[in-house]
């Protein structure tokens, strides 16, 4: 079992930045590949951004290139997600997610083994 759980949401103005921090327990944590994502109020979970279990490789869904990095420290069983630039569209609650495959996170979210409960992200106009 890896228990998940977000940190660093809240309320911040359009043009403005946050860091989401996902700490992780339980199993080898550099034995998964991370992601995240996010889910806005009636609408569907969308894939934001995913990294590889060391790192080497990141990938972003369009509409964070640019604005958002993910990153991790393994020894400190840490993932963030620096978020930039940020709009009132980034509104939403932004889900860490853990899978011993890159290709899960980034593809196929209805199977990643590990969620975390989510933290809350609102952006005002």
């Known amino acids: 079992q890896v228990q998940l759980v977000e940190s660093g949401g809240g309320l911040v103005q359009a043009g403005g930045s946050l860091r989401l921090s996902c700490a992780a327990s339980?199993?080898?944590?550099?034995?998964?590949?991370t992601g995240w994502f996010r889910q806005a109020s009636g609408n569907e979970r969308e894939f934001g951004a995913a990294?590889?279990?060391?790192?080497?490789?990141?990938y972003y869904a369009n509409y964070v290139k640019g604005r958002f990095a993910i990153s991790r420290d393994n020894a400190k069983n840490m993932v963030y997600l620096q978020m930039n630039s940020l709009k009132a569209d980034d509104t939403a609650a932004y889900y860490c997610?853990?899978?011993?495959?890159?290709?899960?996170?980034?593809?196929?979210?209805?199977?990643?083994?590990?969620w975390g409960k989510g933290t809350l992200v609102t952006v005002s106009s």
């Open positions: 990294i590889t279990r060391y790192g080497d490789n990141t």
């Open positions: 997610a853990a899978d011993p495959n890159i290709i899960t996170v980034r593809l196929r979210p209805d199977a990643v083994d590990y």
């Open positions: 339980g199993r080898t944590f550099s034995n998964y590949a």
